[in-house]
């Protein structure tokens, strides 16, 4: 599905990814947390294609296809979706009508016509229900007044409505409460398949128990420094981060 | 609706020339460039008016002989020379059809062009049209419809013809030839424009709309238009202009009247789309406007705008609330790009008691674009009670642009409630992005967060016409980002 192979990127020359290599296949969910500042929201933002960090070396392939220079809109095209960790509010526009373009721009891409309204407000109500948001609630502006749990949710609702091949979550448990948390979990769970991948970046293990990871990797000063199971994550919220670096600086 | 706003869109956003960028070459009656008071009699005579009427525009050009070109607007450009322009052009395609086929088909053909075909209109909707093309009426339909309720729909020219007493008894009523410098102008060589009487009591059926074009080189449009709302009548107006793209400055001085009588509703929509010069700011059209309302007892005046053209904009659309009771509305989207400069807005006049105005501006500027909200609310000392919410939104797009509000409020009442909401915004990198990553490109981008923004205005206006002023707001903005 996706393989980074020694990805180097830097926003305004400041090198903060420093060989990056990374592989995810179909069905599986890769967990990647880190200290602050290890890079993990750049990393997550640098495979969708955020114009301000400049790749300097290496590659990200799509189920083998080189997107390195791919704008963001043809990776999303492709199946990369990004659940931001600070939702932008787009006032006077509709959680609704934002999907529907979004939905619509991607079939353009693909050379398909219009989803027809009927099949789209069914796929609205199937998904809606599953991540139990109030119809309401899309009619609202994007984001706009969202509570930080109602934006999150939100996200995951676009995920289930764009049906993307990989799904990377940037701190989505970040301001959720634990209802919250557990319906944007259960959410995730399921919209996980066999054909589809999730990386799910989080600062603390709590989302991990409820998004059962199959690999969890320790992101530090840019680099991958640790990979295991999910039995990783358990080790890091017992011990914090500080023996990490201290292995990494030994 | 959406069909047509999504993909049709998606296609003429590739398009960078400007879209309505055509020439039509109808065959036509000119006159020599410069004005004095023989032109103003010439014109007249054309018109074959009558002696009041003649009498009427010299009255006019003489007072604008004393009037210098006001300065005051937050707007550069260079004068024109009103001497170097041409005060009459008409088409010599000149009797009326019946039928379409009769019509000339170079002009179908500009239509098709402009996407907004007689025929198509005919069928849909039910859009009667007055087209206005270089200043001389040349179609009407659905007229049968109309004179079966009273309601009279016709040209300015006929109008004086046939209906000469409504016009003597109102013409300058609301706009007074010697209001200001451009409405003094067009007053003395109006060439045409739009008559309109809905009779007492009666709801006009259809959406009345008129389409303005510049066509023909060098000629100035001097439009006039007037409507009459006689007691308890309901109107919805529409006014939509393209014009071709040209080289040299287009100078349009047009004067808008609106009459409501006691509780009578006029609602009067524009979409302006003139050439807007091109991306160094060469060309374009100058806009000089006078619209303005005059409300009697309980009636209401809504002016909706979305003004995307020109190169210079000068326009307030205005409302006397003269009756108790009474309301006035404007609702305006005011979009600027390259070099466009617009200084747009209204005056409310609070003379009655109990009268309510609400103003909504939305302000959108992009490229090297200033633009700016000027806006009055005046409360007399008679107007007990009368209360005005206005709210200024200005959207940038970019570092190079400018928006401007002047807002003035003149209050000599102290039982009036008046509110201002103010604020300034720009379309940021991360809203792009975020609308990237969920697959919607930069230019789609753009136009939903304009839309957005522009929302409650767009939601104002007929539904036909809301279509095509989405569809406006996108080709205005393109290429405005990135």
């Known amino acids: 599905m996706l393989k980074i192979n020694n990805l180097h990127a830097s926003v305004e020359d400041k090198a903060i990814l420093r060989g990056i290599n990374l592989e995810v296949k179909a069905g599986e969910v890769h967990a990647i947390m880190g200290p602050n500042g290890s890079g993990k929201s750049t990393l997550a933002s640098v495979i969708a294609g955020k114009e301000e960090y400049e790749m300097t070396d290496g590659e990200i392939l799509l189920e083998n296809e080189n997107i390195n220079e791919m704008a963001p809109e043809e990776r999303a095209h492709k199946g990369i979706f990004l659940s931001f960790q600070y939702p932008i509010e787009i006032p006077g526009v509709s959680v609704t009508n934002f999907m529907k373009t979004a939905i619509n721009e991607t079939r353009k891409a693909k050379g398909l016509p219009d989803m027809p309204a009927n099949e789209m407000l069914k796929m609205i109500r199937e998904k809606s229900e599953m991540l139990e948001i109030d119809r309401k609630f899309l009619s609202r502006s994007l984001n706009e007044g969202f509570s930080g749990g109602e934006k999150k949710r939100n996200e995951i609702f676009q995920m289930a409505m764009l049906e993307p091949k990989l799904a990377i979550l940037d701190e989505t448990d970040s301001g959720l409460d634990i209802d919250a948390l557990r319906i944007v979990a259960n959410g995730v769970n ?22 059962v990871p199959d690999f969890v990797h320790v992101l530090f000063e840019g680099r991958i420094v640790k990979s295991g199971g999910k039995e990783l994550a358990h080790e890091l919220e017992e011990k914090g981060y500080d023996w990490i670096k201290e292995e990494v600086n030994a | 609706m959406t069909k047509y706003t999504e993909d049709d869109l998606r296609e003429e956003l590739k398009t960078k020339e400007y879209e309505y960028g055509f020439y039509t070459d109808i065959e036509s009656d000119t006159f020599p460039i410069g004005l004095n008071e023989d032109v103003v009699r010439a014109i007249s005579l054309k018109k074959e008016e009558p002696e009041w009427m003649t009498d009427w525009r010299l009255e006019a050009f003489r007072a604008w002989e004393e009037m210098i070109e006001p300065e005051w607007a937050n707007v550069n450009y260079v004068k024109p020379d009103f001497q170097s322009i041409s005060y009459y052009s008409a088409p010599n395609t000149k009797p009326k059809y019946d039928s379409l086929d009769e019509v000339d088909p170079e002009l179908l053909e500009t239509f098709k062009k402009l996407g907004i075909s007689l025929d198509e209109q005919k069928a849909l909707a039910g859009v009667a049209m007055d087209v206005v093309i270089d200043s001389v009426s040349v179609a009407t339909t659905f007229k049968k419809t109309l004179n079966e309720k009273g309601i009279i729909f016709c040209s300015m020219s006929e109008a004086i013809k046939e209906h000469p007493e409504l016009v003597r008894k109102h ?95 006029i609602k009067y929509s524009t979409v302006q789309n003139w050439f807007p010069g091109n991306s160094e700011g060469k060309g374009g059209v100058f806009n000089f406007v006078t619209k303005r309302g005059l409300c009697e007892k309980n009636a209401k005046i809504s002016w909706t705008q979305v003004e995307t053209g020109s190169a210079i904009t000068w326009k307030y659309p205005s ?45 959108i500027s992009a490229g090297k674009s200033q633009n700016s909200y000027r806006g009055l609310v005046q409360i007399s000392a008679r107007a007990e009670n009368a209360r005005n919410f206005s709210q200024c939104d200005s959207l940038l797009m970019g570092n190079d642009c400018g928006a401007h509000t002047f807002p003035y409020i003149e209050v000599k009442n102290k039982s009036s409630i008046i509110e201002h909401e103010a604020t300034t915004s720009k379309i940021g990198e991360d809203q792009i992005f975020y609308c990237n990553q969920r697959g919607i490109d930069t230019e789609k981008a753009i136009a939903l967060i304009v839309n957005g923004f522009s929302k409650e205005v767009l939601n104002k206006l007929p539904m036909e016409f809301a279509v095509e002023a989405q569809k406006l707001l996108e080709i205005s903005l393109e290429g405005s980002v990135g």
């Open chain 1, 190 to 211: 399921k919209l996980r398949s066999k054909d589809n991948a999730v990386i799910v970046i989080t600062h603390y293990q709590r989302l991990l128990d409820h998004i």
């Open chain 2, 171 to 265: 013409i300058g009523t609301v706009v007074p030839q010697k209001d200001n410098f451009y409405a003094a102008l067009n007053s003395a060589v109006f060439s045409d424009g739009s008559f309109c009487y809905i009779p007492k009591g009666v709801r006009c059926p259809m959406e009345l709309s008129t389409y303005f074009r510049i066509n023909q080189a060098n000629t100035g449009q001097f439009e006039r238009t007037l409507v009459i709302a006689d007691e308890g009548s309901y109107v919805s107006y529409l006014e939509g202009c393209t014009a071709p793209s040209r080289d040299e400055n287009q100078l349009h001085a047009a004067v808008v009247e609106l009459i409501a009588m006691d509780d009578a509703e």
């Open chain 2, 319 to 363: 409302c006397i609330l003269k009756g108790d009771n009474s309301v006035g509305e404007f609702y305006s989207i005011a979009v600027t790009n390259n070099y466009q400069q617009a200084d747009t807005g209204t005056k409310m006049i609070h003379l009655g008691k109990n009268t309510k105005s609400t103003i909504i501006s939305k302000g």
